[in-house]
Every structure is written in structure tokens, then in C-alpha cells.
Antibody, heavy 120, light 107 residues
Framework: EVQLVESGGGLVQPGGSLRLSCAAS????????MDWVRQAPGKGLEWVGR??????????EYAASVKGRFTISRDDSKNSLYLQMNSLKTEDTAVYYC???????????WGQGTLVTVSS | DIQMTQSPSSLSASVGDRVTITCRAS??????LAWFQQKPGKAPKSLIY???SLQSGVPSKFSGSGSGTDFTLTISSLQPEDFATYYC?????????FGQGTRLEIK
């Protein structure tokens, strides 16, 4: 069974940093692209970024709203995905989901999410 | 960025009804379109990919169609567990973008 479990959310002040983790199990993590998607309270879904797999050199893509502030990384030996968030803004407040990219390009599995609150 | 527009934004229907939700892309995306279901306080669930292919384990009451810029999600014989918010997403080009969501409510 595919499982994705996020952790690391919490309350942080504007300008601060936070690192989210996503522990994957039930599939060959190293084969898959992985995404981060967020959802602000009461709002819709927003794609944050993606890391490709080793075969594609672990290259990354980011939404314009987070580029230069957020960094996605992965450790295939630990079946883990990370999101390093720096220079956080109040508008980054959201539930952050990790999601698996299927071989056909779409997201097919989602974690349960972790809440990040940016507030003074 | 490609804009995805869903209609309607909200929809009231009764158990047993058949409903259709529309998603329009601001430019052609071939069939790189996915649909997701989200219930309050829960993570999204993947329903359909490639515009019309069902994710594993998704019941056949859900169906999708379309290509290019216009897409539909149809849910037949609504059951209480189907009342949720539905999102479309294009993954033809970066950044992948979502529609604003369609809230399906019980009448």
C-alpha cells in the first residue's frame, strides 16, 4: 500500500525557516517524481514544486511564488522527500501535501498534509 | 501559465442524480488533465488522469472526457459519500495548474 506521511509543520514567524519531510513507503520511491502541493485555509490547491527521479538527474521545478525561497530535495536511501522553506511569508500559511507522480505524469497518491502557519 | 476554469463553482444535487462538472483550459493541453476529489479536512484523492482514465480503485460511476481545452467530469447515481469538492488540474506544461474547485452539495 502506498503511504506518504508528512511532518515538520508548525508555527513560524515571518522571515523564518521550516523544513518539511515526507516519508514514503509501499512503492519504489526512487523511480518516481515527487510533488509538493499546498492549500491555504479555505482556498484551492496550489502546486508548489517537483523533484524528478535519479534517471532525470533529480532536477526540480518550482512555482513562481516560491522560487528562490523554497528548495525541494530527496533522499532515495531513506525514501524521503523534503521541502526547505526560507524567508517565509504570511501568505505561505497552508496545509502542505506531498504527492507521488505517476509514470503517466499525473499525481496519483497524496499524503495527509502538514499545516504550516506563518504568523507573528 | 495556463488558467483552468471550472464551472459551476458550486452545485446542489440529490442522491441518485447524475451531475457534470466542466473544466476549461486557457490554451490547449491535449489530454493532460486530471480530476481530484477532496472532502473537508482530508487530503485530495486522485480520480481520473489523461482526461478519461480512471485511477486504480476508483468506481466507474466517475467518468471524464474531453481534449484540447474543454473537459468534463461526470458522476452518475450520486451517493452521500460523493458530496465533496472537485478539482481539475492540467499537467501539460509547467507550472501544473488547478481549477478553483467545484463544491458539490446535497440538495
Amino acid at each position: 500500500e502506498v503511504q506518504l506521511v508528512e511532518s515538520g509543520g508548525g508555527l513560524v514567524q515571518p522571515g523564518g525557516s521550516l523544513r518539511l519531510s515526507c516519508a514514503a513507503s509501499g512503492f519504489t520511491f526512487s523511480d518516481h517524481y515527487m510533488d509538493w502541493v499546498r492549500q491555504a485555509p479555505g482556498k484551492g490547491l496550489e502546486w508548489v514544486g517537483r523533484t524528478r527521479n535519479k534517471a532525470n538527474s533529480y532536477t526540480t521545478e518550482y512555482a513562481a511564488s516560491v522560487k528562490g525561497r523554497f528548495t525541494i530535495s530527496r533522499d532515495d536511501s531513506k525514501n524521503s522527500l523534503y521541502l526547505q522553506m526560507n524567508s517565509l511569508k504570511t501568505e505561505d500559511t497552508a496545509v502542505y501535501y506531498c504527492a507521488r507522480g505517476a509514470m503517466t505524469g499525473q499525481v496519483d497518491y497524496w499524503g495527509q498534509g502538514t499545516l504550516v502557519t506563518v504568523s507573528s | 501559465d495556463i488558467q483552468m476554469t471550472q464551472s459551476p463553482s458550486s452545485l446542489s444535487a440529490s442522491v441518485g442524480d447524475r451531475v457534470t462538472i466542466t473544466c476549461r483550459a486557457s490554451q490547449g493541453i491535449s489530454n493532460y488533465l486530471a480530476w481530484f476529489q477532496q472532502k473537508p479536512g482530508k487530503a485530495p484523492k486522485s480520480l481520473i488522469y489523461a482526461a478519461s482514465s480512471l485511477q486504480s480503485g476508483v468506481p466507474s460511476k466517475f467518468s471524464g472526457s474531453g481534449s484540447g481545452t474543454d473537459f468534463t467530469l461526470t458522476i452518475s447515481s450520486l451517493q452521500p459519500e460523493d458530496f465533496a469538492t472537485y478539482y481539475c488540474q492540467q499537467y501539460n506544461s509547467y507550472p501544473p495548474t488547478f481549477g478553483q474547485g467545484t463544491r458539490l452539495e446535497i440538495k
